[in-house]
């Protein structure tokens, strides 16, 4: 894993930031930020250009939070943790990368490191063209439908478009369905 990969936090209790921030440093992750709110989150990105953001998505008031999502879904080299201690609804996670669960260990947590820090060292660069396939699951995935619903209207198996969502997220490098939505629409694959 290249360890200078640059993690900003977004988190309000400092008891949880320190204990993140601790289990890092251990693996000598580079913290190139702690903020307990967003609203300099723009800024920061700008000043301090992460690589990887953790973000706590109860911080966004259900009003901003569709903004933030296409502020965000605009970085796609950024991979967007969400640092969860509470229920939060799927609805609010799929716009996220991966998530951070307070019950983690901390192996556990060096492990997520670990395997998207080489994921984006394999896949630096890798921008392909999306196959005809890998386009109509797409704008069916942005429509909001489910991979099962993707599969009954394009009459393949569930674990086909599986493997075409994992292809599209590897060749655009977009890992949120708001990211992917903004790539659909300025890629003409909108209806």
Excluded: W
């Excluded at 080299?77 to 996670?93: C, G, V």
């Excluded at 260990?105 to 921008?127: M, P, R, T, V």
């Excluded at 704008?139 to 075409?164: F, M, P, Q, R």
């Amino acid at each position: 894993m290249k360890k200078d990969l640059k993690i900003l936090i977004i988190e309000p209790s400092e008891i949880i930031t320190q204990g993140l921030v601790s289990i890092l440093k251990e693996q000598n992750f580079n913290i190139c930020g702690i903020e307990k709110n967003t609203t300099r989150l723009k800024s920061l990105l700008e000043e301090k250009k992460p690589d990887m953001l953790i973000v706590n998505p109860t911080l966004n008031a259900p009003d901003n939070r569709s903004s933030l999502y296409l502020f965000l879904a605009k970085q796609p080299s950024i991979t967007i943790f969400a640092l969860i201690y509470q229920y939060i609804p799927n609805s609010i996670l799929k716009n996220y990368s991966r998530s951070i669960d307070i019950h983690d260990s901390a192996e556990q947590i060096k492990s997520y490191f670990d395997e998207l820090g080489n994921k984006s060292e394999e896949n630096i660069n890798e921008n392909y063209e999306l196959t005809t396939r890998e386009k109509d699951v797409l704008t069916l995935l942005v429509k909001g439908l489910l991979n099962k619903e993707i599969a009954d209207k394009l009459n393949i198996s569930i674990h086909t478009v599986i493997t075409h969502r994992k292809n599209i997220v590897r060749k655009t490098g977009i890992k949120t369905v708001a990211g992917l939505t903004i790539y659909a629409m300025l890629n003409n694959l909108m209806e």
